[in-house]
């Protein structure tokens, strides 16, 4: 029986291996890929393209990846000066974040991922949390995670993925506002939104901290859980595999 395919969206930056120095690449951290495959799916790295979501026909499953912030234009607000976005991962993300949607897709968004997904469902982001909470412990310092408690709503797909987890690690400045027409079901001991979540989905889960970094990775799991139960090897689920 073949793995569930889970694509992975990608970064594109300057990166450097070998002889080779800043080249421009798309990739991911390969603990995305990790977790993925210990999960028992197959990853696949999907670079920014926004010219249609036609590789949502043969994936099972899509996760939403970290990484720089969302354009603020995407949620009318004018760019505050930290603000560092890519347009390029804005415009595919979306794409296939519609196409997924769409054909009720298993979706995880991680971090950034979590707040495109609010973004795309008409919520809002702080653009610089530290003014909100008054404090830099969800992103201390460059390249370190914080670690900070976190609570989950009762009954919600958060609090059943992540049963007896009461402390993740984190890493970014900005964070969901307004989760739109989505729910909200996870918070920081602070009130900043580490969950969000469509009941009426088949799977659709956002976590604001990183899981693919923890030793717990249970909504990646989760994700390719879900994607193995509506894979569409009969030919039923419009965004399974054929």
Excluded: K
């Excluded at 569930?4 to 990608?10: D, M």
């Excluded at 720089?68 to 234009?73: L, T």
Aim: with cysteine; charged share 20%.
């Amino acid at each position: 029986m073949s793995r569930p395919v889970i694509g992975i969206t990608a970064y594109a930056e300057p990166a450097g291996w070998a002889v080779w120095r800043d080249v421009p690449a798309a990739l991911v951290p390969q603990a995305y890929v990790r977790a993925v495959t210990a999960a028992g799916g197959r990853a696949v790295v999907l670079p920014p393209d926004d010219t249609d979501a036609d590789v949502l026909r043969v994936l099972d499953g899509l996760l939403l990846a970290g990484g720089a912030d969302v354009g603020p234009e995407r949620y009318g607000q004018p760019p505050d000066p930290r603000t560092e976005s890519r347009p390029d991962r804005d415009a595919g993300e979306l794409a296939l974040l519609a196409g997924a949607l769409a054909a009720d897709l298993p979706v995880l968004g991680v971090c950034r991922g979590m707040q495109l997904l609010a973004v795309a469902h008409g919520g809002a982001l702080h653009q610089h949390l530290p003014d909100v909470v008054g404090h830099d412990g969800h992103r201390p310092a460059p390249g370190v995670y914080g670690a900070h408690p976190v609570r989950f709503a009762p009954g919600s797909l958060a609090a059943t993925v992540l049963g007896g987890v009461d402390r993740v690690n984190s890493y970014h400045h900005q964070g969901v506002a307004d989760p739109g027409s989505l729910t909200a079901t996870g918070w920081a001991d602070d009130g900043v939104l580490e969950a969000v979540e469509d009941p009426g989905r088949r799977f659709l889960l956002g976590v604001q901290w990183h899981p693919e970094n923890d030793a717990d990775p249970r909504p990646i799991t989760a994700l390719v859980r879900a994607a193995g139960r509506s894979t569409g090897r009969d030919g039923d689920h419009p965004g399974g595999r054929r």
